[in-house]
Nanobody, 127 residues
Framework: QVQLVESGGDLVQAGGSLRLSCTTS????????MAWFRQAPGKEREFVTG???????IYADSVKGRFTISRDNVKNTVYLQMSSLKPEDTALYYC?????????????????????WGQGTQVTVSS
C-alpha cells in the first residue's frame, strides 16, 4: 500500500515563500514520477509541476520561475519550493505518484495518469 503524506502548507502573505514536502512509503519511490497538483474552491484540480526518476522537471506556465520541485530518493520525499507567492496560488496542494516506469524519464501533466494521492495541504496567500 503506497501512502503519500504532505506537509508544509500555511497562511503566508503575498510575495512570501513556503516549502511543501511529500513523503512516500510502501512503494518504489526511486522510479516514480512525482507531481504536485492544486485545487482551488470551485475549480478543477490542476497540474503544478512534476519530476521524473531522471529528475526531468516540467512546470505549469503559471508557476514557472517561482516554484521549484525536487526529490530526495534517500528520504523518499519530494519537495515544492514556492516563492513570490500570489493570492491566486491559494489552493489545496496535492502530491501524486505515477507508478508507470518511463524509461526516458517522461513527466505527464494529466492527473488521470497518477495512481496515488496524498490528502492535501492547504496553502493560503493573503494580499
Amino acid at each position: 500500500q503506497v501512502q503519500l503524506v504532505e506537509s508544509g502548507g500555511d497562511l503566508v502573505q503575498a510575495g512570501g515563500s513556503l516549502r511543501l514536502s511529500c513523503t512516500t512509503s510502501g512503494g518504489v519511490f526511486d522510479i516514480y514520477t512525482m507531481a504536485w497538483f492544486r485545487q482551488a474552491p470551485g475549480k478543477e484540480r490542476e497540474f503544478v509541476t512534476g519530476i521524473s526518476w531522471t529528475k526531468t522537471t516540467i512546470y505549469a506556465d503559471s508557476v514557472k520561475g517561482r516554484f521549484t520541485i525536487s526529490r530526495d530518493n534517500v528520504k523518499n520525499t519530494v519537495y515544492l519550493q514556492m516563492s513570490s507567492l500570489k493570492p491566486e496560488d491559494t489552493a489545496l496542494y496535492y502530491c501524486a505518484a505515477d507508478s508507470t516506469f518511463y524509461r526516458g524519464g517522461t513527466v505527464i501533466d494529466d492527473k488521470r495518469r497518477y495512481d496515488y494521492w496524498g490528502q492535501g495541504t492547504q496553502v493560503t496567500v493573503s494580499s
